[in-house]
């Protein structure tokens, strides 16, 4: 005699167990960012305190003369502006 087992249907999880394995899916997938992150922080070749130094001060100084560039751009812009709305105002 052969048995038949029976095949049950499969039965689709109720709203409450999808929403939490949603969850626990959501945080799960945050962890493996954050993990795959620390692994290429550690594939990442630093700086040297020396060339760290050298490339903030070369970065203060450009910032500084744009500073500067900008700032006299805009000092001749008004004074144009000036000019012009003093000589043709009615």
Known sequence: ???KKAVAKS???N???????G????FAKIGNAFKNMWHELKKVTWPTRD???NYTVIVVV????????IGLLDTGA??????IMTN???
Not at 62 to 69: G, I, S
Not at 78 to 83: K, P, R, T
């Open 51 to 53: 060339k760290l130094v």
């Open 78 to 83: 008004s004074q144009l502006v000036n000019l």
């Open 15 to 21: 709203f409450f167990v999808r929403f939490g394995r």
């Open 62 to 69: 450009f910032m500084l003369f744009m500073m500067v560039v």
């Open 88 to 90: 043709f105002s009615a």
């Open 1 to 3: 005699m052969t048995e």
């Open 23 to 26: 969850f626990v899916r959501f």
């Open 11 to 13: 039965k689709k999880p």
